[in-house]
């Protein structure tokens, strides 16, 4: 497969910049087996059966960027990609020189000093001197790290809306967008209408905006991922699969843990591990059986994703018509609930 296969044409004033007023106002491209229907995201209790599981991310973005000196006077501009304990993190360093393991580097106000220890791929290993632990110092004097084509400064509306309602664990420097789309209202309705819900952690990287830069799509080396599945999402998988439930996934990062950790039989094990799964077109899914979902990037390994899960051209073309109805795009965008290709209609 070339990269290019999986390119669209998308005019940028959809890219949007801001959230809907409202969660759950958004728009939902609905892509079920008899084509693509406009609808909006309150509308998924009707959407969905009775008895299907919904598994969320309860990752929370961190303040994951910083601003420094280098001890040789440059600036710098660090993007938290990890945090690995209390004192070193993984990191992106933008700077006119990037510095040698062994220098320092003083963050702006004399929020802290941290020494750079070496090199692991395109990140650097940072350890804190002073103002730590990290998660304190972020929140203290770190800033929201938006993704790149939000073109506004973070302000205090990103730092809540660029966080979903049931964001838990901290350690994400990238939103999980779908579950952007959940408000208390929504999230009622579902509980009425008899869908189930569970969550799940995977700690989003900044590498899911970096682009596929190779012209083969095999040739592409995926960014790594950390993730926690409990034992009570496994059961209730378990129970959804006994009832006659689908798995339903919020977004790419739940399909990303939930597929890493399958097993054979279509189960999942309970635990915590690192993931570099790429899915493109011809996976097999063991686990997911819907899934919701943002617009993605063209040429990302998220296009090839969903086109992998609802069929390639069948994706390509819901992008176009998406595109035709002036769907907003990306983060802040809207939504598209994907069911496969021959899913049967409830």
Not at 134 to 140: G, H, M, N, Q, Y
Not at 164 to 169: G, K
Not at 197 to 224: N, S, Y
Request: with cysteine; aromatic share 6%; proline share 6%.
């Amino acid at each position: 497969m070339r990269t290019t296969d999986f390119d669209f044409a998308l005019p940028p004033e959809l890219i949007a910049q801001h959230p809907a007023p409202e969660r759950s106002a958004s728009r939902l491209l609905h892509l079920a087996a008899d084509g693509p229907h406009d609808r909006r995201v309150r509308e998924l209790p009707q959407l969905l059966r009775r008895g299907d599981l919904l598994v969320f991310n309860d990752t929370r973005v961190i303040k994951a960027r910083l601003l420094g000196r280098k001890d040789s006077g440059g600036r710098v501009e660090l993007l938290i990609e990890r945090l690995i304990d209390d004192q070193r993190a993984l990191a992106q360093l933008g700077a006119s020189r990037l510095p040698a393991p062994g220098r320092r580097v003083v963050l702006d106000d004399g929020a802290g000093e941290l020494r750079v220890e070496g090199r692991q791929d395109a990140f650097f290993e940072l350890r804190l001197l002073r103002g730590g632990p990290w998660l304190a110092l972020l929140e203290r004097a770190g800033r929201l790290p938006l993704p790149p084509y939000i073109r506004h400064a973070p302000d205090a509306a990103d730092d809540a809306r660029y966080q979903t309602v049931f964001a838990r664990t901290p350690g994400a420097v990238a939103a999980p967008t779908a579950g952007l789309h959940f408000d208390p209202a929504l999230l009622a309705a579902l509980d009425q209408a008899g869908i189930d819900r569970a969550t799940l952690t995977l700690h989003v990287g900044a590498g899911t905006f970096q682009p596929v830069r190779v012209r083969q799509v095999e040739d592409h080396r995926m960014h790594a991922e950390r993730y926690r599945i409990g034992p009570e999402l496994v059961a209730r998988i378990a129970r959804a699969r006994d009832h006659g439930g689908r798995v339903v996934a919020v977004g790419t990062t739940s399909v990303r843990a939930l597929e890493s950790a399958a097993t054979a039989e279509g189960g999942i094990d309970a635990g915590e591990a690192e993931t570099r799964i790429f899915i493109t077109p011809g996976y097999r899914f063991r686990v997911v059986d819907a899934l919701l979902t943002n617009f993605h990037l063209p040429q990302s390994t998220l296009m090839m994703l969903v086109c992998a899960f609802g069929g390639q051209q069948r994706l390509m073309d819901a992008y176009r018509h998406a595109v035709a109805q002036r769907y907003r795009f990306f983060s802040y965008g809207d939504a598209m609930l994907i069911e496969p290709p021959g899913a049967v209609e409830s």
